[in-house]
């Protein structure tokens, strides 16, 4: 087994678009919060992404404005790991041996696959029906331990622990440890601004159903003034809210925005339309976002600083990796490397 210090924090998001609102208070905050704690790695997994079609001038550019955002928000390259899947080969590798430890009928139970390979299955990539199972190399890669990720992704931890209690039982190692899904509670759920039955997606094909992390605050304020709401007063209660699902969305971005609670944030609007209430929300959400998406930019306008950055975070993620997948392959039969 190999020893790890401290517990250590893997996360990853996909370059499948520009990063959202709905990332940022559901993941990266977080993912920023988590580094005075532990050694983190954060990963930028662009072969998740390709599990769908991705345009490669596309993927090439939201891989490094994925990059700048997350340094922008609050991750410290140097301090921590911050890098590209691709880069790290260790990941591909591991996840071919987990495509040979997971069952088929546990992949056939992934909830989200059925969403995302939506009617036509047998069109859908076989890349999309095993990503679980790179998702698992991604963390058991690294032994790591403590991964921060929004309640979708549940049912694809609870396989990365099944697949890895797999392995140690059929070798007859202890050789993956177990792992604790950090879940973001469900409030922090950011939905559609069209639709809020739906989570805010950066791969939804309507740009007004979110807020970019590099959108302007001109942007912004047109987003929150066009985005769906219904024609009665805020009530007084949370509770009144019921059934008003694009109330609740709205009430619970100002809220986490502004650091106070659902009902904290409703007693400051009781009794008054969407008008008002929509003008503060736009405010608040470009005095914290504008900072954010100004030094983005900055860093995006030295491309080579991005690549250079994650190639170096790549380095530094394969010395932690490397053994660990040497050590897997030894234990199945591999002759050295
Ligand atoms: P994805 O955008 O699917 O690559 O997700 C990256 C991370 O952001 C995951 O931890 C998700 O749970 C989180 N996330 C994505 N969309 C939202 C959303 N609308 N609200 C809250 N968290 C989200
Ligand atoms: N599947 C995750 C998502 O869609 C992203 C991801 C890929 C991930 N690899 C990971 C998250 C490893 C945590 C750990 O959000």
Redesign the pocket.
Known sequence: MVETSSPRVL?G??P?GVP?L??Y???MRNWVRLQDGYDCLYCIVDQHAITNWQNPAELRDNTRIMAAVLIACGIDPEKHILFHQSAVPAHARLAWIFNCVARVGWLNRMTQFKDKAGKDREAASTGLYVYPNLMAADVHAYHATLVP??D??RQHLELANDIAEKFNHDYGVKFFPRIEALI?PES????SLRDATK????SDSSDQSRINLMDDADSIALKIRRAKTDPLPLPETFAELKDRPEAINLLGIYAAITNATPAEALTQFAGGGFGPFKEKLAEALISHLTPISEQAKKLLADPAFIDTTLQSGARRAACVANPIVDEAERIIGFLPR
Not at 188 to 191: F, Q, T
Not at 199 to 202: E, I, Y
Request: net charge positive; hydrophobic share 40%.
């Open positions: 996360s998001i996909a499948s959202t709905g990332n208070l559901g993941a990720v929004g979708d992704q973001t922090a759920r950011v939905m989570k805010m997606s950066k």
